[in-house]
């Protein structure tokens, strides 16, 4: 555990007690996947808020996200780890309660070839009701779009990620226009709304 409280771990729980160093590869790789390996690295070492990383596999262009939205079970997420459903997740105390506590959501992160000239691809892979996530699993985030630089870093990413749950802003171009029209005029109806679908789709 770190200083932060949270287990680190990888996708191979043998490795589990093993140090960051060992999820940078020894390989020959390109310029992106050396800057993805630095990122990764120092991730892992000094995380944002209850966070830990790794790859899907041997792809090291391939990360999955795990959301541990809220209070959940600290059993099922060892469990859900090292049976190799994924390998990076972030979980977020809300100091309110949401619509979205409690739920587990799945998304994925592809870095392209040229990475960190072009941003990385986020997908949600567990349905969510949210202006910001369309019907797919696109996410609405500036910096993922004309906000990105090759300055910032996959840490940057999820902190944005993070802050469309507890800092949420329905009038900055939401993704889905209706479900920011519902949280502006009606927004018991949208949390309502909201926590059906966690309970339905992140549970």
């Not at 596999?57 to 809220?70: K, M, P, Q």
């Not at 994925?108 to 202006?131: E, G």
Request: net charge neutral; glycine share 6%.
């Amino acid at each position: 555990m770190n200083k932060r409280g949270m287990v680190m771990m990888s996708s191979n729980p043998a490795s589990s007690s093993s140090s960051a160093s060992t999820w940078v590869s020894t390989t020959s790789v390109s310029a992106s996947g050396k800057r993805i390996q630095r990122e990764m690295a120092e991730l892992n070492t000094d995380p944002p808020l209850d966070c830990s990383a790794g790859t899907k596999g041997d792809n090291l262009y391939h990360w999955i996200e795990i959301l541990l939205l809220g209070i959940f079970n600290f059993q099922f997420y060892v469990m859900l780890l090292t049976s190799g459903f994924g390998t990076l997740f972030i979980r977020f105390p809300f100091a309110t309660w949401t619509p979205y506590e409690g739920g587990i959501y799945f998304l994925d992160i592809t870095f392209p070839s040229d990475y960190p000239f072009k941003p990385p691809k986020v997908v949600f892979k567990t349905r969510i009701y949210h202006f910001d996530v369309d019907s797919v699993g696109n996410v609405s985030l500036e910096i993922l779009k004309d906000g990105w630089s090759p300055a910032l870093t996959i840490t940057k990413v999820l902190i944005a990620i993070r802050k469309i749950f507890t800092e949420p802003d329905p009038c900055n171009n939401p993704l889905v226009p209706g479900i920011a029209h519902l949280y502006m005029v009606d927004k018991a109806k949208h949390d309502k709304i909201a926590a059906e679908w966690t309970l339905r789709f992140a549970k």
